[in-house]
């Protein structure tokens, strides 16, 4: 399959590379350590992204985005870190275009869900983050690696590993982190940046989701909701009002923790952290969504109280 790959992106001229909507910082880095190295490679190369937080705007060649595919056809597209097309931060249309499609991702999925919708897949769900998975792809078909790949795969690997702490890191997250490290990544710098950096604004919206927390089930779950109302009177945007979950989960006896998030669109946004007890990939699953045993997520359609009420009961029967 390696080979393949290395046949259709040879035969490429003009790339482009997406990942999810919303991206964090695993579809960011994928997608640009796949642009810089594919760059190097003489290929005419674009990252579809309609918006990011401004967290990552430190991140080197970060502004060279587009929101769409300005060509009637194209050679190559890859999907990154997203086990749904549907979250895919492209147009059906856009998709279409392209004459051959490979998949970089370590989500689950459902049953009933295509995570296979791009003709070469590689996907492994054991791993932590894509980027583990694009740094073993841009390897295995020895394509070029500079300092600004690097900065973006290890960016990619902190932040899905929750700065090497959650339990799916593995031993080769961390020889790949040493690696990077010995290219000479700016890890404190990109540490700082988004570990130990935050607005005002959204330090206020920590306090706030702390102040309405709710504790469920004896405290084995904390539960909070924020409107899209009261992010916006707080000056945030949607990308930037991510993250919140952890704090949730740091409580001495918490087995879940969920923040509820609302969007512009009048959809709530779900954050699942696990403690280890409960597998909320499973849960976001059955929503729709998807993610990691530890980590998930899916979006509510339906009246918050109703859909908070479903969730509970189904975090009740699994803690069981």
């Known amino acids: 399959m390696f080979e393949k790959a290395k046949e259709i992106i040879n035969s490429s001229k003009d790339i482009y590379i997406v990942g999810h909507i919303n991206p964090d910082g695993d579809s960011i880095g994928s997608a640009f350590a796949l642009y810089y190295s594919l760059k190097e490679l003489g290929k005419n190369v674009n ?25 009637n056809e ?30 970089i991702d370590h989500h689950r999925k459902a049953e009933t869900e295509d995570n296979n919708y791009c003709n070469l897949c590689f996907v492994d769900v054991n791993l932590p983050a894509a980027c583990q998975i694009v740094y ?18 290890y960016t990619g690997l902190m932040t899905d590993t929750g700065s090497f702490n959650y339990s799916s890191t593995t031993p080769e997250t961390l020889r790949i982190a040493a690696d990077l490290v ?31 927390m709710e504790s469920i089930f004896d405290g084995k779950v904390r539960y909070v909701y924020v409107s899209y109302e009261k992010i916006k009177s707080l000056n945030l945007d949607e990308e930037d009002a ?11 006896g918490t087995e879940v923790a969920i923040y509820v998030r609302g969007r512009s669109d009048g959809t709530n946004k779900v ?21 990691h045993q530890r980590a998930a997520g899916y979006t509510m359609y339906e009246e918050i109280n109703v859909e908070k009420e479903r969730l509970l009961n189904m975090i009740e029967v699994m803690l069981k």
């Open 74 to 103: 194209y050679d190559l597209l890859i999907c990154v870190d997203s086990s749904q097309k549907s979250r895919l931060d492209i147009s059906d249309e856009d998709f279409n275009k392209a004459k051959h499609t490979i998949l």
């Open 182 to 212: 010995e290219m000479g990544v700016d890890f404190a710098g990109i540490c700082q940046k988004l570990n130990d950096t935050i607005k005002e604004e959204k330090l206020r919206l920590i306090a706030y989701s702390i102040d309405n």
């Open 242 to 252: 991510e993250g919140v979950t952890n704090y949730l989960r740091k409580v001495k």
């Open 136 to 153: 073993n792809f841009i390897k295995k078909l020895n394509l070029p690696f500079n300092i600004n790949s690097a900065t973006y795969i």
């Open 47 to 71: 990252v579809i992204m309609k918006k990011h937080s401004d967290s990552f705007s430190f991140l080197p060649g970060i502004e060279n985005i587009v929101d769409h595919v300005d060509k």
């Open 271 to 291: 954050s699942l952290r696990s403690a280890g007890l409960v597998d909320v990939s499973k849960i976001a699953i059955s929503f729709g969504g998807g993610g």
